[in-house]
């Protein structure tokens, strides 16, 4: 997969999953002939078949994918079937930069899937510290960076998880929880502008405040990236900025009261603004939520192992798609019903 502003670089050559997504040979310059005969060493990882280009024969899917919506159905559907996946010289494709689509509803459905994959897939740990360091990791950089409702929805994914499998099913249609998602993360809602717009607004790229690496990381650390310093130590910075590639940039974040994104393409840009109030409210749901994950964890490997394997099975989704017909059908009464009155 080659990105579509850079066309001659890669974003992957395929890609294998161990608690987070890691691509191989991310960067490669492919005008570089050496990159080129890189790219045909067959790597010894597991690696997964993402949907952006994806063969495989109908005959050996024994396995659905989990009910994810999006994001990370993925990785279930490859390594819940027996597939050996290769990677082809000569095809390619352009796709938008991951990091432009960005957002907290994308954060939300990674992490939720992020998780489950853990419970449900036998190759990966399960353990109290290893689910917790995938969340804790996640959240703490977009919270330190000022993406507050990013952080709400990771706290979201959190809560969600910990319904157990019934969740998923319940909400096979998530429209009530994209409108939640919607809410929390409203703070971080970009806005588009034209290049004079955006010349207008004189912004420059965001320095580092602190010069020291060594002493920067311990202030932030000790001070919760800076939300416990007095306001008279955080500067006033409406010119700030950094591109959406560079985001969440929690060191830029430090010691700012605002923040400005901007797209890479120029296009839009979102404005983060420092919240003590927003900060310690999301870090207090997360510590919660950690404290009932030791208890329940136990019972949830339990239950999603056992609801994993209906779930992946074609009776389980054929109710969906009868389900959904019942929906559509549903609203198109309602609608000739609607017309009927008017008339």
Not at 5 to 19: I, M, S, V
Not at 73 to 93: A, E, R
Not at 101 to 128: D, N, W
């Amino acid at each position: 997969m080659l990105y579509e502003n850079r066309k001659y670089l890669q974003w992957e050559n395929g890609a294998w999953f161990d608690g987070g997504c890691h691509s191989l040979n991310r960067n490669s310059d492919l005008r570089d002939p050496e990159k080129i005969f890189e790219n045909e060493t067959e790597t010894d990882c597991r690696i997964y078949g993402a949907w952006w280009f994806f063969f495989f024969p109908v005959k050996y899917a024994i396995n659905y994918s989990l009910p994810f919506f999006i994001r990370g159905d993925d990785i279930d559907f490859s390594y819940s079937n027996d597939f050996k996946i290769i990677t082809l010289n000569g095809v390619s494709s352009w796709q938008e930069d991951f990091k432009t689509k960005e957002s907290a509803m994308t954060f939300y459905m990674f992490v939720r899937s992020h998780l489950v994959h853990h419970l449900t897939l036998p190759f990966l740990k399960s353990a109290y510290l290893t689910l917790l360091k995938i969340l804790w990791r996640r959240f703490r950089k977009y919270n330190d960076s000022c993406y507050y409702g990013t952080a709400a929805c990771i706290n979201l994914a959190f809560c969600h998880f910990m319904k157990g499998p019934d969740f998923f099913e319940e909400n096979i249609h998530p429209v009530a929880i994209l409108k939640k998602i919607a809410e929390l993360s409203s703070c971080e809602k970009s806005v588009s502008c034209t290049k004079e717009q955006l010349q207008s607004m004189a912004l420059k790229p965001a320095e580092n405040l602190i010069k020291s690496v060594i002493l920067s990381f311990i202030i932030r650390r000790l001070s919760f990236n800076g939300h416990l310093l007095p306001d008279f130590l955080i500067r006033k910075t409406p010119e700030a900025m950094i591109f959406k590639s560079q985001a969440p940039g929690e060191v830029k974040a430090f010691l700012r009261s605002q923040i400005t994104v901007v797209a890479d393409s120029g296009a839009s840009v979102q404005v983060l603004r420092r919240s003590r109030v927003a900060y310690f409210r999301n870090l207090s749901i997360f510590l919660y939520h950690a404290t009932r994950l030791a208890f329940l964890l136990p019972s949830l490997r339990r239950r999603y192992r056992r609801a994993a394997v209906e779930m992946r099975g074609n009776n389980f989704w054929k109710k969906q798609f009868v389900s959904s017909d019942a929906i559509v059908n549903e609203k198109e009464n309602a609608v000739n019903g609607a017309e009927t009155d008017n008339q």
